[in-house]
C-alpha cells in the first residue's frame, strides 16, 4: 500500500468527495503508485499534460496533477499534493473536482510553505 497522508482541511476534502464518489480511495491509491512508477522509470518529476509542477524547494515540491476518477469517467479530479524528496509518502493539501474549482487555492500552499519553515 502506498503511502499518503492530508494535510489540513484536505482531509474534509477527501470524506466529502469519497461519498459522492465511491471509487475515490482506490483512485487515489492508483494514482500514488502510478506516480511512483513514473518517477522510477522516467526520472520525473516533470511537467507534462497530467502534472505540473507548483513549487520546487529544496527538501519537497508542490504539484498539481489529474486524477483518473472511475466513478467519473475521466480525469476531472485535481490533486495538490507535497513529494518529500527523502520519503515516498505523498501529502495531499488539496482535492477537488474540476467543476467545482477551476484554480488551486493559493493560501492553503502558502499555509503549508509558511509551516515548513
Known amino acids: 500500500m502506498t503511502s499518503y ?10 470524506d466529502r468527495l ?8 482506490d483512485d487515489l491509491e492508483r494514482f500514488c503508485k502510478f506516480t511512483l512508477r513514473l518517477e522510477e522509470e522516467k526520472g520525473f518529476p516533470s511537467s507534462n499534460k497530467n502534472y505540473t509542477h507548483l513549487k520546487i524547494f529544496e527538501h ?11 466513478s467519473l469517467r475521466g480525469n476531472k479530479l485535481r490533486i495538490v499534493y507535497v513529494r518529500q524528496k527523502q520519503s515516498i509518502e505523498f501529502i495531499v493539501l488539496e482535492l477537488y473536482p474540476k467543476n467545482e474549482k477551476s484554480r488551486e487555492d493559493a493560501e492553503r500552499i502558502a499555509e ?4 515548513q519553515k
Open 18 to 25: 469519497r461519498k459522492k464518489y465511491r471509487s475515490l480511495p
Open 60 to 70: 519537497y515540491a508542490i504539484y498539481k496533477a489529474h486524477i483518473p476518477c472511475v
Open 5 to 14: 497522508s492530508f494535510c489540513g482541511v484536505a482531509k474534509n476534502d477527501f
Open 112 to 115: 503549508y510553505i509558511e509551516n
